[in-house]
């Protein structure tokens, strides 16, 4: 569809040196990528899906770079506690004793769940989703490969001693740090950071999810878990993890640890390990335990589309912390309307996207290329794009195939939405779309009439049912459902 040549090289940030690093693959041609997924216990909030809007940015990035992309993400059912430094409750045990349901149920209630969030946003499915209950017994198998040189038994479970691996929390740069003190204090470990490859269920208790070991009946740690599933479906070493910068401090370096024992080296498993920050809301209503937290059907249920919040992610770096605002929402929206619009009316000039020929296109793309081989850097990549649709002179036919190329990395499905589609209904309206605009016809008429009391009444009207008349709307959108 293009013939700009990329010949900018792909540099991304490695959390492991701290530094700006060219990519250079494992295996030729391929790039191999694991993304630590959802623990499905509740459903996943505003600040959980940023990290998978950052990891499908990363593997179309590495698909318009030319790489056959290998993408895994997992889902946690097992294994990860209440408290992520290794201590408390399984989160599946303790919810399905809370709602009284199967744990079985409850994972796979929230996985569905995270899925309709992943196809909302336009994420792409990996090559795999991989299940933590179905590797089971190969996680057994990597404990007692290592647990000879590297564990040792207490009464709670088989744990890793983290000084029988070289420069242990290198990742979390915390070797001197008091972040270790998070973790948990159990009677009997060697080191303040060693952690549980295995759980036993105590005496006298009967979990829904256990199995038999050498160690005793118990669960596997969620450390082992990642380490278990990359090693299976991608080999060590594999070319990037990513997460979120909360699994650098403790669940990344532990992963490492199990890596290097289990290979017998001092690599890390992965080359690169990427981390997106955080996505931080002033209001308190990120965290799951305050109840209604920010989910992404909330914002649906507002009439904001998904698309909207997956803008707004990208007009930020992935590794800046992003501040979450209804405000900032709303300003992604009204931009994702503009871009709507704009490829809508190339659409209307050109039956198809031609390619791409003329040479301000062709520095555009190459422009485009070189910002999200910067770390993808999006933001950058979104003023080029906006760019491109300026060129109001050069064939619609170029510039649509120049919009689909750099589409494919955004993500925004720019050639397929509608305006209609960003135009949703919040669950609170009291009246239809159908309603809303014959309203607005008769106040148009009103108002050619000079019938001023009878638009005024027109419009008072709609505000009482929550709608927004956007007099003189640039866009001409002329109606919001006010959230």
């Not at 690093?21 to 694991?34: C, D, I, N, S, T």
């Not at 989160?91 to 349901?101: G, I, T």
């Not at 450390?223 to 594999?238: I, N, Q, W, Y």
Request: charged content about 25%; overall charge negative; proline content about 4%.
């Amino acid at each position: 569809m293009t013939s700009a040549p990329d010949t900018a090289p792909l540099m991304l940030f490695n959390s492991l040196t701290r530094s700006l690093e060219p990519f250079q693959p494992v295996h030729a041609g391929e790039a191999r990528v694991y993304s630590c997924g959802p623990t499905v216990y509740n459903y996943a909030h505003l600040g959980n899906m940023r990290a998978y809007v950052f990891a499908d940015t990363l593997g179309r990035v590495l698909s318009f770079k030319g790489y056959k992309l290998r993408h895994i993400i997992n889902i946690t059912d097992v294994g990860h506690l209440t408290d992520d430094a290794d201590d408390g409750e399984d989160k599946l045990e303790k919810a399905a004793a809370e709602r009284a349901q199967s744990i079985w149920d409850i994972a796979r209630h929230y996985t569905e769940a995270f899925w309709e969030d992943v196809r909302a946003l336009n994420i792409r499915q990996p090559a795999e989703w991989s299940i933590a209950t179905d590797y089971v017994p190969k996680m057994i198998e990597f404990a007692k490969s290592i647990a000879d040189r590297h564990c040792y038994e207490l009464p709670s479970g088989l744990y890793f001693d983290v000084s029988t691996v070289s420069d242990y929390g290198s990742l979390a740069r915390a070797a001197t740090e008091a972040g270790e003190g998070r973790i948990e204090a159990v009677e009997g470990k060697r080191n303040a950071q060693d952690f549980a490859i295995w759980r036993k269920t105590p005496e006298g208790e009967t979990r829904q999810m256990e199995w038999d070991s050498p160690w005793g009946k118990g669960a596997p740690g969620w450390h082992l878990e990642c380490s278990v599933m990359s090693e299976a479906l991608l080999g060590f070493p594999f070319d990037i993890h990513t997460g979120g910068i909360d699994h650098r401090e403790i669940h990344h370096p532990n992963e490492i640890a199990q890596n290097q024992a289990f290979a017998c080296s001092h690599g890390s498993g992965a080359r690169f390990w990427m981390h997106n920050n955080f996505l931080i809301d002033r209001t308190g209503k990120m965290s799951k335990s305050s109840g209604e937290f920010l989910r992404l059907p909330l914002l649906m249920a507002k009439g904001i589309h998904p698309l909207a919040y997956r803008l707004m992610c990208l007009q930020a770096h992935y590794r800046s912390e992003l501040e979450f605002s209804w405000d900032n929402l709303l300003a992604a929206l009204t931009r994702l309307k503009r871009l709507v619009m704009a490829v809508a009316a190339l659409r209307g000039q050109a039956e198809m996207a031609g390619t791409v020929e003329h040479p301000r296109l062709q520095q555009l793309l190459g422009d485009f290329a070189s910002a999200v081989s910067d770390d993808l850097n999006t933001a950058k990549a979104l003023t080029v794009l906006d760019d491109v649709l300026a060129q109001k002179k050069v064939d619609a036919g170029q510039r649509l195939a120049a919009v689909a190329a750099m589409d494919a990395v955004l993500g925004l499905n720019l050639l397929a939405l509608e305006r209609a589609d960003l135009r949703l209904r919040p669950s609170s309206a009291t009246t239809d779309e159908v309603a809303i605009e014959h309203r607005l016809k008769l106040r148009k008429e009103a108002r050619a009439d000079k019938n001023f009391a009878a638009s005024d009444a027109l419009r008072d009207e709609l505000v009482a049912a929550g709608v927004e008349v956007m007099d003189g709307d640039p866009l001409g959108w002329e109606w919001r459902i006010e959230v």
